[in-house]
């Protein structure tokens, strides 16, 4: 069954420090994974897509990678920011039916 | 601004009704998606449309229809409405696909917010 989970459920940390959040994901075949930011009662907002060949990607302070072969990808913070409290939401796309499948998100919370 | 409008806003309704949803997608965007967020919950992938022709589908009830018309705008209709569909709906748009091999960026709207008493 094609799958995505991510860790921590929450997370809290104070402000300026850097913060690492997981996904592991069982979808097949794979096609792209993408981290969402999403504001509390907001539409979410794309941080990150990576392909099967990328295992890298950078977007200001957010760096996500992906090991394809471990199906794994993190995202990291680096100096975070009250802005930066959010829920973070990992997208597989399963590559034969168009199908997205979602995590449930990570809830940061960026303290001052 | 995402450049993805929702109407309305906000829809507060009787169980059992029916109601429409509205979503006009960015300029240039082929694609739509539905999704429905309940409270504290993660988003549920309800449908994706592509140049009027449904290309995936989710976890989408019964009850719940949607189309994209030819100037590319999607309605969303939820009928026999019951409690548990009070949640916030969200529409994305994108300009061919963001999944099936593309990797185009969805941007979403900011919602409509169904209360259903």
């Known amino acids: 069954k094609n799958q995505v989970e991510q860790s921590p459920q929450s997370l809290i940390i104070l402000e300026g420090k850097n913060c690492t959040l997981q996904?592991?994901?069982?979808?097949?075949?794979?096609?792209?994974l993408r981290w969402y930011k999403q504001d509390t009662g907001r539409g979410p907002v794309s941080l990150t897509i990576?392909?099967?060949s990328e295992n890298t990607k950078s977007n200001g302070r957010y760096t996500a990678t992906l090991d394809a072969d471990t199906k794994q990808s993190s995202l990291h913070i680096t100096a975070s920011q009250l802005s930066d409290s959010a829920s973070y939401i990992c997208?597989?796309?399963?590559?034969?039916?168009?199908?997205?499948?979602w995590g449930a998100g990570t809830k940061l919370i960026i303290k001052p | 601004d995402s450049g993805v409008t929702q109407t309305p806003k906000h829809l507060i309704t009787a169980t059992g009704q029916r109601v429409t949803l509205r979503c006009s997608p960015r300029?240039?965007?082929?694609?739509v998606y539905w999704y429905q967020q309940s409270l504290d919950q993660g988003l549920q992938f309800l449908i994706q449309y592509y140049n009027g022709e449904e290309r995936a589908k989710g976890n989408i009830l019964e009850r719940f229809s949607a189309q994209q018309f030819p100037d590319l705008h999607s309605e969303l209709n939820l009928s026999s409405l019951e409690l548990g569909d009070s949640a916030l709906y969200f529409c994305?748009?994108?300009?061919?696909?963001?999944?099936?091999?593309?990797?185009?960026?969805?941007?979403f709207g900011p919602g409509t917010r169904l209360t259903v008493l």
């Open positions: 996904c592991n994901y069982t979808v097949s075949p794979f096609s792209n």
């Open positions: 994305a748009s994108s300009k061919r696909g963001a999944s099936g091999g593309l990797t185009d960026t969805q941007y």
């Open positions: 990576m392909t099967f």
């Open positions: 997208v597989v796309s399963e590559d034969s039916n168009y199908q997205l499948i």
């Open positions: 300029s240039g965007d082929l694609s």
